[in-house]
Nanobody
């Protein structure tokens, strides 16, 4: 079992920045690929970014490329999502997820463990 706890969400103005953190416990963190997803009201959960277990490979959905950066610190069992130039369309609950594997993964169904989510609200 892997337990995931997100933090760092909040209210920010358009153009602002936030850094989300996801702390993992329970198993060897470095064995797990990690992903960030988000879900806005009335919408399906969508992929945001993913990073391989060693941190050498990452992928982003097109709408966040150049604005968001995913990273991880395996010594601290934590994955981060740095979000810059935020806009109203980024408003959602953000979830981190984990699965064993050496690559990065896009689909929610590919992940085995999920956090409870953290709310990000961008005001115009």
């Amino acid at each position: 079992q892997v337990q995931l706890v997100e933090s760092g969400g909040g209210l920010v103005q358009t153009g602002g920045s936030l850094r989300l953190s996801c702390a993992a416990s329970g198993r060897t963190f470095s064995l797990y690929a990690m992903g960030w997803f988000r879900q806005a009201p009335g919408k399906v959960r969508e992929f945001v970014a993913s990073i391989s277990r060693g941190g050498t490979m990452s992928s982003y959905t097109d709408s966040v490329k150049g604005r968001f950066t995913i990273s991880r610190d395996n010594a601290k069992n934590t994955v981060y999502l740095q979000m810059n130039s935020l806009n109203a369309e980024d408003t959602a609950v953000y979830y981190c997820a984990a699965r064993s594997g050496s690559h990065y993964y896009y689909s929610p169904s590919q992940y085995d463990y999920w956090g409870q989510g953290t709310q990000v609200t961008v005001s115009s």
